[in-house]
Each structure stands twice: as structure tokens, then as C-alpha cells.
């Protein structure tokens, strides 16, 4: 599993943990999004078991076997073009898997286990809603993409890729989704993650034509570059996953 990634939505957003541990904050009843590729949902699933975690709803391992099943059918169906009974296909998700810890006293730990269509690095560039949220553990690693702009700046910049997400209007502009506090209703139907972030004291900023911000890196990227941020664990006796995205 070593192209497991551990995912943190700057801070405390649901399932996150990345960005609270680069911005060194504790948020002890935030959840975790384990993002994998469906074929190492079961093995992780299996781990999750053993040290007492259990899938909300089963009531045994089998029910973990059959859903993890039912995902596998539904992958390659929709692989061969024919009608897929998910709703996450268009998110590259083909399905997830949601854990609650059995054994630990206190808040209620869950975990989610979200089985990709693709690897997981590509996953979050390409299918992030922004650039806040584009930090993720590694076994040997914690990595943040845009550091400057996400815990310096408190920015961060909407994929050209969600673009379908926000209202097509001719009158919406740049400044439309910038942040200074005021009313969070002030462009029609946006995108729930769009308060939640605004709400933490983000400007939130979609890509005009023309517009340059110097705090955002432009050009080439890969994953580990200069421009990231990356934390290497003590864990020598752990290889992790060598890959190489560009953007």
C-alpha cells in the first residue's frame, strides 16, 4: 500500500488532518480521510480491524468483504461503459468505506476510507476543489503543495478544474471571492466548502484572465519541488511510493 495517502484539509474540516499538523495545531476530534486505490481498500480495511476499528453499519467482517466486492463490480462496470450504481464516478471515487474506533474512550474516532480510480497524488491536484486542501501524509512524509499561500497568506486559489462548480455568471468576478468578513451570501449558490473556508478567515480566489498574485507559484510544478512544503518522518525502515506528477 505504499501509494496510501493520508489527507489533511486545512484544519479540522471533515475527515482532514493534514494542514493542523503543518500549521501545528491539534484538533483531536477531527476525522481522517485515508484516500488509496481500490485495490488496497481491503488490506487497509483489514488493518483497521485488527487494532478495533469497525465499518459503520456492518455487522461482521463479511459485510466489509461484500462491499468491497460490490466496489470492485461497480469499477468495472463503469469501466466497460455500462450503468454504474455509485454516484462518485464523475470525483474519480469509486467508493467509501467509513470506520468508527470500537476501543477508544473519549471522542469517537472515524475514519474514512476512500478507494480512487486513480493514484491518489493525482487524485488531489486534479480533483481538489482549491489549493488549501492540497496537502496529504505519506508513510515517510507530510507534503503541502501551495504553503506560502495556505498557512502564510491564507489564500487559496480554486482549481480550473471546479470551474463547473461555481455559478456561471458573467457578474461574478475575482473579487467576488474575496474574504474581508462580510456577508458569505454575497454571490448566489456557491459551493458549500466555499463558506466553510471563507468562514476560517480564507480569501478564496478564483483565476482571472490576466490576473497574477506573486504569493502563488506560476509555471511547471512536481510534486516535492521547491515550492512545496515537505516534512521527511524518521522512518528509515519505510520505503514510501516514488512518483513524479507535473502540472
Known amino acids: 500500500m505504499s501509494g496510501t495517502l493520508i489527507t489533511i484539509l486545512y484544519p479540522g474540516s471533515l475527515g482532514h488532518n493534514v494542514g493542523p ?5 491539534q484538533h483531536p476530534t477531527s476525522d481522517f480521510d485515508i484516500y488509496l486505490c481500490l485495490g488496497d481498500a481491503y488490506a487497509m480495511g483489514t488493518f483497521l480491524q485488527s487494532v478495533g476499528y469497525m465499518m459503520v ?9 461484500f ?21 462518485y464516478v464523475t470525483s474519480g471515487i469509486v467508493d467509501i468505506f467509513n470506520f468508527t474506533d470500537t476501543n477508544r474512550s473519549g471522542p469517537i474516532r472515524r475514519i474514512q476510507l476512500i478507494a480512487l480510480k486513480s493514484h491518489p497524488v493525482e487524485h488531489i491536484l486534479f480533483q481538489f476543489h482549491s489549493t488549501v486542501v492540497m496537502n496529504y501524509f505519506t508513510a515517510d512524509m507530510a507534503v503541502s503543495i501551495f504553503p506560502q499561500a495556505s498557512f502564510v497568506n491564507r489564500r487559496s486559489f480554486i482549481s480550473r478544474f471546479m470551474d463547473r462548480d461555481l455559478p ?3 457578474d461574478v468576478r475575482y473579487t467576488d471571492f474575496r ?10 449558490h456557491l459551493p458549500l466548502w466555499v463558506d466553510k473556508y471563507r468562514a476560517r478567515g480564507f480569501d478564496i480566489i478564483q483565476k482571472q484572465e490576466g490576473f497574477v498574485d506573486s504569493k502563488l507559484p506560476i509555471g511547471r510544478r512536481f510534486v516535492g519541488d521547491s515550492d512545496c512544503w515537505v516534512i521527511k518522518f524518521n522512518t528509515p525502515y519505510l520505503q514510501g511510493f516514488q512518483f513524479v506528477f507535473l502540472w
Not at 21 to 25: A, E, V
Not at 67 to 87: C, Q, Y
Open 57 to 65: 453499519g456492518s455487522q461482521g467482517w463479511r459485510q466489509f468483504q
Open 168 to 170: 456561471n455568471d458573467d
Open 179 to 188: 474574504v474581508t468578513g462580510g456577508d458569505t451570501n454575497e454571490v448566489p
Open 67 to 87: 462491499a468491497i466486492l460490490r466496489a470492485i463490480i461497480n469499477s468495472v462496470k463503469e469501466s466497460e461503459g455500462g450503468d454504474s450504481i455509485e454516484h
Open 21 to 25: 499538523f503543518n500549521g501545528r495545531l
